[in-house]
């Protein structure tokens, strides 16, 4: 019996999955990104460092899992696509800091933390798509609330990071008391309650449901790539918003090294390949993100929607309204 | 007691596989504690109203219409000579290979403005726009309850077949020889004595509709469950997330006391189950009304989405995936197989204790095993990940002191916190179905052997266990399909490069593209087939 027990429990603990040691030629990210996006670059990666790529995607409570795992946390890198969460990583001690001249030359000075703990990788622009029909136009974060857009707007979730960030912009520029009205405007506007994702609400442009709706820029250019959402892209053309005065909003995609990394000279080795011009050609290329490298091509389809002037509002100020941000949003019952 | 007063072996390792379940569930109340505060209160005064509303009405739909889809169709396949029976008894079970979430988006596709059936509608009709005509909008309450509900009633139909089927047909003789006519034979007599196995399926289905998130989420329903994932991933306040999941629990403790009090008292054994051949005949019209309702659920819950992801598995077929997918595959079987298995040993062990020791304190650690079923898989990861962290870390110091090397986070990073996950969340359906397979042993049995002078492990191995084996299995198979389709606590526990089907799927259906990994959605209806196949033929 005691045998079996014994037998059992061997038997058991294989069947687990390998603990992973800690060996000097690989590196851990626990990711954000999708793996269509980062597993190109990362094989990349291996293919001119020798380094493997250990990756978990851990879309949500990343930074709940680093702070439980704390010192015997296997995580070396943290990729995000959204500054808010670089910031709570910043704030909870979770990040080290990577002194590297090759980020600091590669990286522009306002992505960057002043203590070196997250670097920013991609720009990701909210812009707001109108209806072909509608003809071009400019238009504002501001003009969602007009009344002329009654029943006219499609978004996803008011309280996902993107339209968070983007309200955190609002309050930074209007004030909370303004910033509350403004949701309620927008809200009057709505043509269904907010659902599905970037994509989705383009689909429904298409559909007829409305005329307008928000949307990351690098949706566009995916879904132009797309047998079946081509007819959706080809419905609305995309906009950047409040070109006359502060600038289209515009957040990052990042990268910090974990406080207990394991591997941070390979991490720090993959921090510095994602800032590459290889890397970030990459970023445009499969992901249709602007580049943060100084002098790294758009790709050409991103090329042909022009320039715009960026909203230069510092990002730990986006991250700071956060907070205030989801509370007006639950205030106009924005979801509701 | 006939094996004597006590058998404290037996009754510490009761106690000790519940706590071990309820763990992570205790630290989740215990962080909740002193947390109902400023946040709380503004989220009282905001949305908290309208989710509680919603999670409820939503609770109270579905279980009407699992009821409206389950009990029916059971009562059809097991007690009357409807056309094509045969088909229908394992047809009905499929459903439950669909994840719901899988339903809801195919559904949406199908029924949506720009979907086929209204552009059909719009070209037949010559209607422009939206405004020129209704169509219902899946998107909505009422929808998330038809979606979940047609994947859910299954469970429905499947007890109370079980029931049906395994009734004392000496009771229906009797109720006809004192003139009841086989129709109030059947509404008299059977459908009340399979009572107890229709609520303990309606509760299996109101707890997952409590847990649920993906489908609520897609289909833009605030419950509970978005707020505990709004607090917790976007104010970053867990204690708070936890305050709520604690009023979550408080819902799902409610459901299972009203259930267990709903049929308090009542036993129904029988060793003479009931496969006679003096079914009702059925009337013309009425096997017509019957094969249309049969035959509508299957095609509704299952042969419809399905057929949907074929289609696009043929348009959008990327064979390259298919190595990976094998691969994925391969690991969601095991882990899936690894708890059913862990799932049912354990009910086995408590359900039986309980039958042995039948004091009413013995009866606890069966029902506190099952109270994971309705904490939502995401409250539940981070509660096993509050729990083994610590131990892990006091396992690496201990290494570390003993300057041996490191072991790592071998609870809380492996597959074994995901394998644990599902075992507190799908122990209550473990439990349920074999308590109810207990249940129809007549106690008198349980004395036969004693009185011959054999011994209490010996009776339970050559008298119960046999007996048993049919429940044992149908509840190792419903955890298996379970924990395949299970996503969020997968989610948040897995290690390093490491995937399941619902992971893959899920992550291609957030970003509209689940097309791209149709086939990967046709093997965990496949994988989920397989189990359902099985307990059809284990049936006859």
Same mark, same amino acid.
């Given at each position: 019996m005691?045998k079996?027990?014994?037998?059992? $429990?061997?038997f058991?603990?294989?069947?687990?999955a390998?603990?992973f040691?800690?060996?000097?030629?690989?590196?851990?990210?626990?990711?954000?990104r999708?793996?269509?996006?980062?597993?190109?670059?990362?094989?990349?990666?291996?293919?001119?460092?020798g380094?493997?790529?250990?990756?978990?995607?851990?879309?949500?409570?990343?930074?709940?899992?680093?702070?439980?795992e %704390?010192e015997?946390?296997?995580?070396?890198?943290?990729? $995000?696509?959204?500054?808010?969460?670089?910031i709570?990583?910043?704030?909870k001690?979770?990040?080290?800091?990577?002194?590297?001249?090759?980020l600091?030359?590669?990286?522009?000075?306002?992505?960057?933390?002043d203590?070196?703990?997250?670097?920013?990788?991609?720009?990701?622009?909210?812009?707001?798509?109108?209806?072909k029909?509608?003809?071009?136009?400019?238009?504002?974060?501001?003009?969602?609330?007009?009344?002329?857009?009654?029943?006219?707007?499609?978004?996803?979730?008011?309280?996902?990071?993107?339209?968070?960030a983007?309200?955190?912009?609002?309050?930074a520029?209007?004030?909370?008391?303004?910033?509350?009205?403004?949701?309620?405007?927008?809200? !009057?506007?709505?043509?269904?309650?907010?659902?599905?994702?970037?994509?989705?609400?383009?689909? =429904?442009?298409?559909?007829?449901?409305c005329?307008?709706?928000?949307?990351?820029s690098?949706?566009?250019?995916?879904?132009?790539?797309?047998?079946?959402? !081509?007819?959706?892209?080809?419905?609305?053309?995309?906009?950047?918003?409040n070109q006359?005065?502060?600038?289209?909003?515009?957040?990052?995609? %990042?990268?910090?090294?974990?406080?207990?990394?394991?591997?941070?000279?390979?991490a720090?080795?993959?921090?510095?390949?994602?800032?590459?011009?290889?890397?970030?050609?990459?970023? =445009?290329?499969?992901?249709?993100?602007?580049?943060?490298? =100084?002098?790294?091509?758009?790709?050409?389809?991103?090329?042909?929607?022009g320039d715009?002037?960026?909203?230069?509002?510092?990002?730990e100020?986006i991250?700071?309204?956060? !907070?205030?941000?989801?509370?007006?949003?639950?205030?106009?019952?924005?979801d509701? | 007691?006939?094996?004597g007063?006590?058998?404290?072996?037996?009754?510490?390792?009761?106690w000790?596989?519940?706590?071990?379940?309820?763990?992570?569930v205790?630290?989740?109340?215990?962080t909740?504690?002193?947390n109902f505060?400023e946040?709380?209160?503004?989220?009282?005064?905001?949305v908290? +109203?309208?989710?509680?509303?919603?999670?409820?009405?939503l609770?109270?739909?579905?279980?009407?219409?699992?009821l409206?889809?389950?009990?029916? #169709?059971?009562?059809?396949?097991?007690q009357?000579?409807?056309?094509?029976?045969m088909? @229908?008894?394992?047809?009905?079970?499929?459903?439950?290979?669909?994840?719901?979430?899988l339903?809801?988006?195919?559904?949406?596709?199908?029924?949506?403005?720009?979907? +086929?059936?209204?552009?059909?509608?719009?070209? #037949?009709?010559?209607?422009?726009?939206?405004?020129?005509?209704?169509?219902?909008?899946?998107?909505?309450?009422?929808?998330?309850?038809?979606?979940?509900?047609?994947?859910?009633?299954?469970?429905v139909?499947?007890?109370?077949?079980?029931?049906?089927?395994?009734?004392?047909?000496s009771?229906?003789?009797?109720?006809r020889?004192?003139?009841?006519?086989?129709?109030?034979?059947?509404?008299?007599?059977?459908l009340?004595?399979?009572?107890?196995?229709?609520?303990?399926?309606?509760?299996?289905?109101?707890?997952?509709?409590?847990?649920?998130?993906?489908?609520?989420?897609?289909?833009?329903?605030?419950?509970?469950t978005?707020?505990?994932?709004?607090?917790?991933?976007?104010?970053?306040?867990?204690?708070?997330?936890?305050?709520?999941?604690?009023?979550?629990? @408080?819902?799902?403790?409610?459901?299972?006391?009203?259930?267990?009090?709903?049929?308090?008292?009542?036993?129904?054994?029988s060793?003479r189950p009931?496969?006679?051949?003096?079914?009702?005949?059925?009337?013309?019209?009425q096997q017509?009304m019957?094969?249309?309702?049969?035959w509508?659920?299957?095609?509704?819950?299952f042969?419809?989405?399905?057929?949907l992801?074929?289609?696009?598995?043929?348009?959008?077929a990327?064979?390259?995936?298919?190595?990976?997918?094998?691969?994925?595959?391969?690991?969601?079987?095991?882990?899936?197989?690894?708890?059913a298995?862990?799932?049912?040993?354990l009910?086995?062990?408590?359900?039986?204790?309980?039958?042995?020791? +039948?004091?009413?304190?013995?009866?606890?650690?069966?029902q506190?095993?099952?109270?994971?079923?309705?904490?939502p898989?995401?409250?539940?990861?981070?509660?096993?990940?509050?729990?083994?962290?610590?131990?892990?870390?006091?396992l690496n110091?201990?290494?570390?002191?003993l300057?041996? #090397?490191?072991?790592?986070?071998?609870?809380?990073g492996?597959?074994?916190?995901?394998?644990?996950a599902?075992?507190?969340?799908?122990?209550a359906i473990?439990?349920?179905?074999?308590?109810?397979?207990?249940?129809?042993i007549?106690?008198?049995?349980?004395?036969?052997?004693?009185?011959l002078?054999?011994?209490?492990?010996?009776?339970?191995?050559?008298?119960h266990?046999p007996?048993?084996?049919?429940?044992?299995f149908?509840?190792?198979?419903?955890?298996?399909?379970?924990?395949?389709?299970?996503?969020?606590?997968? @989610?948040?526990?897995r290690?390093?490069?490491?995937?399941?089907?619902?992971?893959?799927?899920?992550?291609?259906i957030?970003?509209?593209?689940?097309?791209?990994?149709?086939?990967?959605?046709?093997?965990?209806?496949?994988?989920?087939?397989?189990?359902?196949i099985?307990?059809?033929?284990?049936?006859?």
């Open positions: 005691i079996k027990i014994i037998g059992l $429990t061997a058991a603990a294989t069947l687990v390998p603990v040691s800690a060996s000097a030629d690989e590196v851990n990210v626990y990711s954000y999708q793996p269509f996006l980062v597993e190109p670059l990362f094989n990349e990666f291996t293919k001119q460092s380094i493997k790529v250990n990756v978990v995607f851990a879309k949500k409570g990343m930074a709940e899992r680093l702070a439980r %704390g015997h946390s296997p995580a070396d890198v943290l990729l $995000t696509t959204d500054i808010s969460r670089l709570e990583l910043q704030e001690g979770l990040l080290q800091a990577v002194n590297s001249d090759v600091e030359a590669a990286i522009p000075s306002q992505y960057q933390a203590d070196n703990s997250w670097f920013g990788l991609t720009t990701r622009v909210r812009n707001i798509y109108t209806a029909r509608l003809g071009d136009m400019a238009i504002s974060y501001e003009d969602l609330a007009d009344e002329k857009y009654r029943g006219k707007i499609c978004t996803r979730s008011g309280k996902h990071p993107y339209n968070v983007l309200v955190s912009s609002m309050i520029e209007h004030g909370e008391a303004k910033t509350l009205e403004w949701l309620e405007g927008v809200k !009057k506007n709505l043509a269904r309650k907010p659902q599905g994702n970037d994509r989705g609400q383009v689909q =429904a442009i298409h559909q007829g449901l005329d307008v709706s928000l949307g990351n690098y949706y566009f250019g995916k879904m132009l790539n797309d047998d079946k959402q !081509k007819v959706w892209a080809d419905a609305v053309n995309i906009n950047f918003p006359v005065n502060r600038g289209a909003h515009v957040n990052i995609s %990042g990268v910090g090294v974990a406080k207990y990394a394991p591997h941070k000279e390979a720090k080795a993959l921090l510095e390949f994602l800032a590459s011009d290889k890397a970030q050609q990459m970023y =445009a290329e499969t992901n249709m993100e602007y580049p943060v490298r =100084a002098g790294v091509k758009k790709s050409a389809l991103v090329a042909s929607w715009f002037k960026a909203d230069d509002l510092p990002l100020t991250a700071s309204h956060r !907070k205030a941000a989801l509370k007006l949003l639950d205030q106009a019952k924005f509701l | 007691m006939i094996f007063q006590r058998n404290t072996s037996w009754l510490t390792l009761s000790l596989i519940a706590l071990a379940l309820l763990a992570p205790l630290v989740m109340l215990f909740s504690i002193g505060g946040l709380f209160s503004h989220l009282w005064q905001t908290l +109203p309208t989710y509680i509303s919603n999670t409820l009405l609770t109270f739909y579905v279980s009407l219409l699992v409206l889809f389950g009990v029916p #169709s059971a009562f059809l396949i097991s009357t000579q409807l056309v094509s029976a088909w @229908l008894r394992w047809a009905l079970l499929l459903p439950l290979a669909m994840p719901a979430y339903v809801a988006y195919l559904y949406t596709d199908l029924f949506d403005y720009a979907g +086929p059936v209204q552009r059909l509608l719009r070209a #037949s009709f010559g209607w422009q726009s939206p405004t020129e005509y209704w169509f219902f909008d899946l998107r909505t309450l009422e929808g998330a309850a038809v979606v979940l509900a047609l994947v859910l009633y299954p469970y139909y499947m007890l109370t077949r079980t029931a049906l089927e395994q009734q004392d047909t009771l229906l003789r009797a109720g020889t004192l003139g009841l006519s086989a129709r109030q034979a059947m509404l008299k007599i059977a009340p004595l399979a009572r107890p196995a229709i609520m303990v399926a309606v509760t299996l289905v109101m707890m997952e509709t409590i847990a649920d998130f993906a489908t609520v989420q897609y289909f833009a329903v605030n419950t509970l978005t707020a505990i994932y709004d607090t917790w991933l976007g104010y970053g306040d867990m204690a708070a997330a936890n305050a709520l999941a604690s009023v979550l629990l @408080l819902f799902v403790l409610f459901t299972v006391v009203a259930e267990q009090k709903s049929r308090a008292g009542q036993r129904h054994q060793n009931n496969f006679s051949d003096d079914k009702l005949a059925l009337s013309f019209g017509v019957g094969l249309v309702f049969c509508l659920l299957v095609i509704l819950g042969a419809l989405p399905f057929g992801l074929i289609a696009m598995a043929i348009d959008y990327q064979l390259e995936q298919l190595g990976q997918l094998a691969e994925i595959g391969w690991e969601t079987l095991k882990i899936s197989a690894y708890a298995t862990a799932a049912v040993a009910s086995l062990l408590l359900a039986l204790f309980h039958r042995f020791y +039948p004091k009413s304190v013995n009866h606890l650690p069966l506190i095993s099952g109270f994971g079923y309705a904490v898989g995401t409250v539940l990861a981070m509660a096993l990940m509050a729990t083994f962290g610590p131990i892990d870390h006091w110091d201990t290494a570390a002191w300057d041996w #090397s490191k072991p790592g986070l071998i609870l809380s492996t597959t074994f916190a995901i394998i644990f599902f075992v507190v969340r799908f122990a473990a439990n349920g179905t074999i308590s109810a397979g207990i249940g129809k007549p106690h008198s049995i349980d004395k036969a052997p004693a009185s002078g054999v011994g209490l492990l010996a009776t339970i191995r050559t008298v266990l007996i048993l084996k049919s429940s044992v149908v509840a190792w198979l419903l955890v298996f399909v379970e924990a395949m389709k299970e996503l969020p606590a997968v @989610l948040l526990l290690p390093f490069n490491f995937e399941t089907l619902s992971t893959f799927i899920y992550q291609l957030s970003d509209e593209r689940l097309e791209q990994g149709a086939i990967g959605a046709i093997f965990i209806v496949l994988f989920g087939l397989i189990p359902i099985w307990l059809n033929k284990n049936k006859h």
